[in-house]
């Protein structure tokens, strides 16, 4: 874990905005459990997760949106229609500002519904850690130490 995500999980600990409890475990020094928690694979917290492209496919081939990308004469539609197509990517990451850029044109752009747009969404998130929200996952028992203690 490098000084960054170090300082990130020590104002995690002390300020706790989560609501996730630590405080008893960091006053009894249990590291391990400190790094459990953080790592606790939670219902109410949603991370990116990759999608696999043919699910994508299938829902816009079930709206009928499919037929607009492919037969769209704007560039992100054009691009979506290759991304869509290209064997090199099997999965959809909508964890990347390019893809979430992208489906925001084809939305404004009237090509895909707002409906398809929060469906792909929800597709594309999973229940997550607290460590995988802030990006510091998986968090050991030494990163605690090393966070509360130096």
Do not use: W
């Not at 990759?50 to 081939?61: I, M, N, S």
């Amino acid at each position: 874990m490098n000084d960054t995500d170090t300082a990130l999980l020590r104002a995690e600990l002390a300020q706790d905005p989560a609501g996730l409890g630590y405080a008893p475990l960091v006053a009894a020094g249990d590291d391990v459990a400190v790094a459990d928690a953080l790592n606790a694979v939670r219902q109410g917290i949603q991370v990116p997760c990759l999608v696999e492209r043919h699910r994508v496919k299938t829902l816009l081939y079930g709206t009928g949106e499919m037929l607009g990308i492919k037969s769209g004469t704007s560039g992100e539609a054009r691009l979506a229609a290759m991304y869509l197509d290209d064997p090199d990517y099997q999965n959809v990451d909508l964890g990347l500002p390019v893809v979430q850029g992208l489906l925001f044109a084809l939305l404004t752009g009237g090509v895909l519904s707002q409906e398809t747009v929060d469906t792909i969404q929800i597709m594309g998130q999973r229940p997550g850690s607290r460590a995988e929200q802030l990006g510091l996952e998986p968090v050991t028992h030494l990163d605690v130490a090393r966070a509360l203690r130096g």
